[in-house]
């Protein structure tokens, strides 16, 4: 049966619920020999301390540009999303403490603010033109934070790096040498340097005198990144261009999202973010994100950066784009469900409270850190404390229509990405699959 569609007669009337955003995202044109330098890299482990860990392992097109678990096994294991395994020889102390995010539509201008708590923006008061952790230690020469961010979590020893100092990258970082001559980004830039593959790739982009400095591979990364991950062809683009109607669930899930329902208040524009930092109660799972002194589990987000109380538990508004997709979700994926996430935000202090370990999905292993917070009550009261979300009464109906209107939002020519997942990579390294 085909799906029922809207009327136009129908049309002004979801329109006029609230206002809705204009299809006016911009995207930068990329050099296409940069691209397809930073397709390359993207793919390739050689950025990892330990040769054994690209990009692509947590943010990959088979599992909707991230992971596909709740929090991810970086350096220390082998493997794609649900098949990835601990390396018993070299196994990792602690999961990612935070869900790979997808990749989706950063290439857009509008995406300035980076990562789960914003601690990397676009600052142009700064030399670099980016606030980041390392301040005024932050190397120049990155296009836009884009590209400082896809470079990060190599100087991360649980995601890339490796552990202690196990190989030359991981002993710079554990040194405090991140930047400048020996630094952990000069020694992986050298490294790309000495593949000839890559230096002959390089020389058409920065030319054959320069020599490869860690931001012209960043810079090669977040090319590709806008142009691969561009994904604004959905149904709901469609309507929002040209008035191509709805199918008739979503339709009514569009009008509940930016009316009753309130979704928009925080996911607005084109891309259903309005780049803000909201406390809506999420549970905490793994890890948590604390300093090598601190003994707790917890994740303050946005107040980590800040130091101010108000933001402590505040995270960075999602999009929505291709969320159908890109599960688990939450900051630290706490809930493997789409529908169980949008049941949180209708009682987020009630949802916090009945949370059980079984909403999460992990690959493999298991930490003593993987719940143990939730089994604090003072600090799960701290979490529910900070909630901003007032309680919304919505049906069963209602809420699969939302689940409609969220289906709307995939982009299914774009899942796949334009260029793929490359057979192979200069380095010689194995690239990453989802086995058959």
Known sequence: MRPLMLTAA???????ASPLPKADAIFPAQDVTEVELGWQLFYDPILSGNRTVACATCHH????TSDGVSLGLGDGAKGLGLERKIDATNPPEKRIPRNAPALWNLGATEFTVFFHDGRLEDDPTRPSGIRTPLGGEMETGFDNALAAQAMFPVLSGDEMA???SENDVSQAVRLGQLTGPGGAWDILAKRIESIPA????????????EPIKFHHIANALAAFITFEWRADTSAFDAYLRDGTPLEQNAAAGMDLFYGKAKCGNCHSGQFQTDHGFHAIALPQIGPGKAAPFERHNRDVGRGRVTGHEEDFYRFRTPSLRNITQTGPYGHNGAYTSLESMVRHHLDPVGSLRAYVEANATYSDGE?????????DDPEVIEIAASNELPPI??????VAQILGFLESLTDYDAIQGRLGVPESVPSGLPVDQLSN
């Open 10 to 16: 129908f049309l002004p009337a979801i329109a006029s």
């Open 162 to 164: 490796g552990h202690y």
């Open 198 to 209: 890559y230096r002959t790739a390089f020389d058409n982009v920065i030319g054959t005198e």
């Open 367 to 375: 930490f003593n850190t993987d719940f143990k917070l939730m089994r």
């Open 393 to 398: 009464d919505l049906t069963d109906l209602e």
């Open 61 to 64: 097109p088979d599992l909707g």
